[in-house]
């Protein structure tokens, strides 16, 4: 009988174990053997013990995927211990095979990564990480918040109390002291149009008649239960925007470098009620980020340069070699699928997170400005493949742009928009026509074109 041939790859990590995290317990594996696999359980003292029966084995390296929530505390435990730990996405240590089970997962994720096969995903640094959770945290606020304002409206509109007709935002401040006093006990439409701030378009007459309710009492109990939750969302905003700012500011503190950093006077931006209430914080951002300016981008707001500062933070710049990485990483570069010679795909992979929201944001922000570098180019992607391309596309630029910024520490220096189309033009002019002589294998010379012709295009 033949022998069969195997076939051996080569074992980049020599010491590498692998764990299959879950709720209730851990499967840990060592090697290949039933025997070199060990389960554990979750609880603090468990976790030191798997640390140290990892140790006894000479392990340096761990690999674990990153299921839920359940992986944190056993990712610290296992820095702590002096491990180097790999925090993979479980889709790429799915198992060839359909049986499934925790000690097949913990010796197959050891496998690959002793093969060297498994990339650690993106973690931020631990200041970065507290940031995040702050600013993660007060969105949850803001988003019970907006539920709760959906909710007076409703009520609002039961009663009658057509509010929303009269007023542009039934949470500014018109529509809130009206509220107030309607839960207080004020029904009378004169006395509540009396709240009308100088800026609001209707008149008091307007909405003195927009204010005549129907006053039943069930409706008027379930909208002042909604106010007082309304209210208390703020308060609980409120509290998130100081630890923002406290920790913002001590590590702006601790480089003084940052700190002689003084920005400059832009443009007016117009500034969304839900960002983050810090005073100066273009100048916050300015220093914090060691002199990079990324409010003089157009169409970046308070929310993305605070998501820039909680997801990703300075640092984690620094792990992304190149800005194409970045984007890859952010799923905003296209995930091209060729076979035979031809592009099957390129559409933009799926999955996302808070940085690509706030850059699209941004960049559909970018797309109603006028007359400025990237809206133009925002504008030429729209009018080739629609709107929604043309955020994806622009998303992908300001990320490039961030990434640019802040690695290379460059200001924002936008091409004049003339002088960027002539450029262009020309470079498609020049390249156009040394496609056709190489076509037809014509030297410059041949036709009486020298290269002092076009001196500046690598002809």
Same mark, same amino acid.
């Given at each position: 009988?033949?022998?069969k041939?195997?076939?051996g ?17 851990? *499967? ?5 053997s ?8 979750? $609880? ?5 013990i ?17 299921t ?6 056993? $990712?610290?435990? !296992? ?6 730990v790999?925090?993979c ?23 690959? #990564?002793? %093969? ?9 640094? &631990? ?6 959770? =702050? ?18 409206? /409703?009520y609002l509109?039961? !009663?009658n *109390? ?13 529509? %809130? ?12 439409? =004169?006395?509540?149009?009396? #709240?009308?701030? =100088? ?12 204010l005549?309710?129907?006053n039943r ?7 002042k239960?909604?106010f007082d939750? $309304? ?10 925007? @100081? ?6 500011k001590?590590?702006?503190? /601790? ?7 003084? +920005? ?11 960002a ?8 916050i ?6 002199g990079?300016? %990324?409010?003089?981008i157009?169409?970046?707001? #308070? ?6 500062m ?6 984690? *710049?620094?792990? *992304?070699?190149s800005?194409?990485e ?24 799926k ?18 400005l ?7 180019f ?10 929604q391309?043309a955020v994806?596309? +622009? ?5 490039t742009v ?9 200001? $924002?220096?936008?091409p004049?928009?003339?002088?960027f ?13 040394? @496609? ?6 014509? /030297?410059?010379? &041949?036709?009486?074109?020298g290269?002092s ?7």
């Amino acid at each position: 009988m033949a022998l069969k041939k195997k076939i051996g790859m080569e074992i980049i990590n020599a010491n590498a174990a692998g764990i299959d995290v879950g709720s209730k317990s851990h *499967f840990v594996a060592v090697g290949q053997s039933l025997e070199d696999v060990k389960e554990f359980g979750v $609880y603090a003292e468990d976790l030191v013990i798997l640390c140290e029966w990892l140790l006894s084995f000479g392990i340096t390296t761990v690999a674990l995927e990153s299921t839920g929530d359940y992986w944190q505390n056993l $990712y610290v435990e !296992l820095q702590k211990h002096g491990l180097e730990v790999v925090l993979c996405n479980g889709k790429f240590t799915k198992h060839a095979k359909g049986k499934k089970t925790g000690v097949k997962d913990s010796r197959w994720i050891q496998k690959l #990564h002793s %093969l060297g096969l498994l990339t650690s995903s993106f973690l931020p640094d &631990e200041t970065t990480e507290i940031l995040r959770t =702050y600013c993660r945290q007060r969105t949850n606020w803001i988003e019970l918040a907006a539920s709760a304002s959906r909710k007076m409206q /409703k009520y609002l509109k039961f !009663l009658n *109390f057509r509010l929303d007709v009269v007023v542009n935002d039934v949470c500014g401040q018109t529509g %809130l002291k009206i509220i107030e006093d309607i839960c207080n006990g004020n029904l009378d439409p =004169y006395s509540l149009a009396e #709240h009308r701030h =100088y800026n609001c378009r209707k008149p008091k007459e307007e909405i003195a008649k927009a204010l005549h309710g129907n006053n039943r009492k069930d409706f008027l109990f379930g909208l002042k239960q909604e106010f007082d939750s $309304y209210n208390f969302f703020q308060k609980k905003i409120k509290a998130c925007d @100081k630890e923002i700012e406290q920790l913002v500011k001590q590590e702006i503190k /601790k480089s003084p470098q940052k700190q002689i950093h003084k +920005t400059t006077d832009k443009p007016y931006k117009r500034i969304n009620k839900n960002a983050v209430d810090i005073k100066n914080f273009n100048q916050i951002a300015f220093q914090y980020f060691g002199g990079v300016d %990324l409010m003089a981008i157009e169409g970046v707001s #308070h929310a993305t340069v605070m998501a820039v500062m909680s997801e990703i933070g300075i640092d984690g *710049f620094r792990k *992304f070699k190149s800005a194409k990485e970045f984007c890859s990483w952010l799923r905003l570069a296209p995930n091209n699928k060729i076979s035979g010679g031809k592009v099957l795909s390129n559409r933009i992979p799926k999955g996302s997170n808070r940085l690509k929201i706030a850059l699209r944001h941004s960049a559909n922000a970018i797309g109603n400005l006028k007359d400025t570098h990237l809206s133009n180019f925002f504008g030429r992607i729209a009018y080739r493949k629609g709107r929604q391309a043309a955020v994806s596309a +622009t998303a992908r630029k300001l990320a490039t742009v961030i990434w640019t910024m802040i690695t290379k520490k460059v200001l $924002y220096n936008p091409p004049t928009e003339y002088l960027f189309l002539d450029q262009k033009r020309k470079m498609g002019l020049v390249n156009r026509i040394k @496609k056709q002589m190489a076509k037809f294998d014509i /030297k410059p010379e &041949e036709i009486g074109i020298g290269n002092s012709l076009i001196p500046n295009y690598n002809f």
